[in-house]
């Protein structure tokens, strides 16, 4: 679920940490929903007032959460959870202690394909490319990141699922382990 909020020049807004002040509105966090109630004005009949709502609303959701989601990334490094590069996330998953494997959508597929065998029960996510995980963790060419216990690792999938729901067909990367 993503909380909205009318801001105050009469823009509905999302309210990502849900900490805005005014009368939220709940919508749930898919792609699918934001259209729908874009297209029946059904924010303007929550709020109780007259809104306006960006046509691309599903879109700059879409790119509000993934800057969440890489800003916890970043956090989780800074934390002490997140091992980088190719033969440090394999030595991590050989530990079992993995919860999350992060790997850069536009990756090698046979780089990829070995830790991913390697993964077991974690929860893989392949959303990001790799320039975007390279500027959120201010380093060079990250491919590969794992990610171990931790709020931070919780908080960060958390928002995975939120932008899964919401991100186009075509960037929707997010695997659950196979059973």
């Known amino acids: 679920m993503v909380r909205f909020v009318v801001d105050p020049d009469g823009w509905m807004v999302p309210d ?3 900490k805005l002040p005014g009368r939220g ?16 004005r059904l924010f ?20 509000q959460l993934k800057r969440r989601c890489l800003d916890l990334l970043g956090l989780a490094r800074g934390a002490g959870l997140l091992t980088v590069g190719f033969e440090k996330v394999k030595a991590a998953l050989g530990t079992g202690k993995i919860v999350a494997l992060v790997q850069a959508a536009d990756a090698a597929a046979d780089g990829r394909d070995k830790l991913r065998r390697l993964a077991g029960d974690a929860v893989l996510i392949e959303a990001f490319d790799c320039e975007e995980l390279s500027l959120a963790l201010g380093r060079e060419n990250v491919v590969h990141a794992a990610l171990a216990p931790g709020r931070l690792t919780d908080r960060f999938l958390a928002e995975c699922n939120r932008l899964g729901g919401v991100c186009s067909p075509a960037r929707r990367q997010f695997e659950t382990p196979s059973e």
Do not use: F, I, Q
């Open 16 to 18: 990502l940490a849900g």
């Open 44 to 63: 303007e009949r929550a709020a109780r007032c007259r809104v306006n709502v960006a046509p691309d609303l599903a879109d700059r959701l879409a790119e």
């Open 25 to 40: 509105v709940w919508l749930s966090a898919t792609r699918e929903a934001c259209d729908r109630a874009l297209k029946k």
